[in-house]
């Protein structure tokens, strides 16, 4: 059975592109003293002077397996490098073993203090108090005199509030986020809200079957996200161009996705109608088992989006195969009855940056014509 700490970190991790969320945490609030920060190791960027107190402090939460706090990174490098020689630093934390850590410095460029508190006493004192952080990741701003001057997600932290925070002016705390609602609400076991969106900010958050929070998705995406793994998705509606918000829960994962896809089709008047075509898909083999990273810990498997990559945390080949043909639509097929789990990051703006990315591990891939089942969406 999966203890609490594990099944939040389920909960938020189960996601699907750029998402930078951050909820309020329970145990701080803005204009509070800030709690004890820990740092059991200085991993890289490792300052002369590592005493946090007499300095403004940026103290951004992250893990290897969130590929939002991944996919932020770029952003808050940009900053550092804006607010360079002023009295400020910035400060990545995380809770994991220097070896997941190191793995991860190999391929993604922090600019940042980056540390990690490997007895989880950080993220308790700023999160709920009791497991951990309510929701990754999290940025925290603390100024001289240890006080916290903004709570919220890092896509927010820009430069307006980095001059704000320098002079010391106090910010709004980030809005909470409605997901963690659903998860929350044990009594809770339907629920349903679809709108169209307005969102900038594209972003997917998924526990199983159970629960399904959408924002700024295009309705061929939703649809995708639900439907068989062997089943394409071909949308001809004028619906087709705009996005959506969706939050969604039913507490019986078998029949879950299949009620939301009638209700979906219910409330914007579409049919739907299934058809076999030829298509293209791409046969996969690994060719160097020597590029393959093994996960260090099998105990917890996530996906989560980084922007304009995925990182996969203790996937079996298959489970990452079928993952990627979901997102680009072109089916990845590997013949491989290979249980181990391993950790990817795999580029995703293109299929040949996707192919690019499983070279870097070891695989080979080939185009081939194949017979394929499509959902066909039409509006009545």
């Not at 410095?105 to 700023?126: A, E, M, P, W, Y």
């Not at 079928?322 to 997102?327: A, F, M, R």
């Not at 680009?328 to 789990?341: A, M």
Request: charge should be negative; hydrophobic fraction near 40%; proline fraction near 2%.
């Amino acid at each position: 059975m999966l203890n609490l700490k594990m099944m939040k970190k389920i909960f938020l991790l189960l996601s699907i592109v750029l998402v930078n969320t951050a909820l309020g945490q329970s145990n701080i609030s803005v204009g509070q003293e800030a709690p004890e920060i820990n740092i059991t190791h200085w991993v890289k960027n490792e300052p002369a002077d590592k005493i946090l107190d007499d300095q403004y402090t940026v103290l951004e939460f992250w893990a290897t397996w969130c590929g939002p706090c991944i996919g932020a990174v770029p952003h808050m490098n940009e900053l550092q490098e804006e607010f360079k020689g002023q009295d400020v630093q910035f400060v990545s934390i995380t809770d994991e073993s220097i070896e997941k850590v190191q793995r991860i410095l190999k391929r993604v460029d922090f600019h940042s203090i980056v540390v990690s508190d490997t007895t989880g006493s950080t993220q308790i004192n700023f999160g709920n108090g009791e497991t951990g952080l309510d929701q990754y990741p999290l940025t925290v701003l603390i100024d001289k005199q240890n006080v916290i001057q903004w709570v919220g997600r890092p896509t927010e932290l820009n430069q307006e509030v980095m001059r704000n925070f320098l002079n010391e002016t106090e910010t709004s705390e980030a809005e909470p986020k409605s997901f963690m609602d659903l998860i929350n609400d044990k009594d809770l076991d339907h629920y349903f809200f679809l709108k169209e969106s307005t969102s900038e900010i594209i972003s997917k958050h998924q526990l199983g079957n159970i629960i399904l929070s959408l924002k700024g998705v295009e309705l061929k995406d939703i649809f995708q996200t639900i439907v068989a793994e062997n089943m394409k998705v071909d949308l001809h509606t004028s619906l087709e161009e705009k996005k959506y918000d969706l939050i969604y829960k039913h507490s019986d994962a078998e029949e879950s996705l299949q009620l939301l896809q009638k209700e979906l089709l219910r409330q914007l008047d579409l049919t739907t109608g299934i058809e076999q075509r030829m298509d293209m898909q791409y046969e996969t083999r690994v060719i160097d088992n020597n590029l393959l990273e093994v996960a260090l810990d099998e105990s917890f498997s996530a996906k989560s989006d980084a922007g304009d990559q995925l990182i996969f945390t203790a996937f079996t080949i298959k489970d990452m195969m079928k993952e990627l043909s979901l997102l680009h639509g072109t089916s990845f097929e590997i013949e491989l009855e290979n249980e181990v789990k391993y950790d990817f990051i795999i580029k995703t703006n293109s299929v040949e940056q996707t192919i690019e990315s499983l070279n870097s591990y070891g695989f080979e891939t080939k185009l081939k014509e194949v017979e394929q089942s499509y959902l066909v969406i039409t509006q009545d």
